[in-house]
């Protein structure tokens, strides 16, 4: 995830991933959001290069602001949402 990071990406938007991967980008503090109307970004439907995009990571909710579309993904759980606002699963509940 620290690829992404050093390359200004803030979130990643996908139909799915693996497991593992998911669960990494998780426990990094990395957005990672999912769901089935994200076959769109594959297809160029929703998103092509040059677009700018807001992306509400709490309910899920993504709009093209370039060709102002709007697409639903899955929200982000309560437990990413934590480990997310704390920075990386390490640095959850340290006081």
């Known amino acids: 995830m620290d690829c992404f990071v050093a390359l200004g990406i803030t979130a990643i938007l996908a139909p799915s991933y693996s ?3 998911f669960r990494n ?3 990094a503090g990395f957005p ?3 769901g089935n109307g994200l076959d769109r970004l594959a297809a160029g439907g ?4 040059g677009d700018e995009i807001e992306i509400d990571l709490l ?6 602001v370039t060709r102002n579309e709007t697409i639903s993904m899955e929200p982000m759980s ?3 949402r934590e480990i997310y606002e704390a920075g990386n699963l390490f640095r ?3 006081s």
């Open 78 to 80: 309560a437990v990413q």
């Open 59 to 64: 309910s899920g909710r993504g709009r093209n």
């Open 25 to 27: 980008a998780v426990n």
């Open 32 to 34: 990672v959001l999912r």
């Open 19 to 21: 497991a593992i991967y």
């Open 92 to 94: 959850l509940n340290r």
């Open 46 to 49: 929703f998103l092509r290069s």
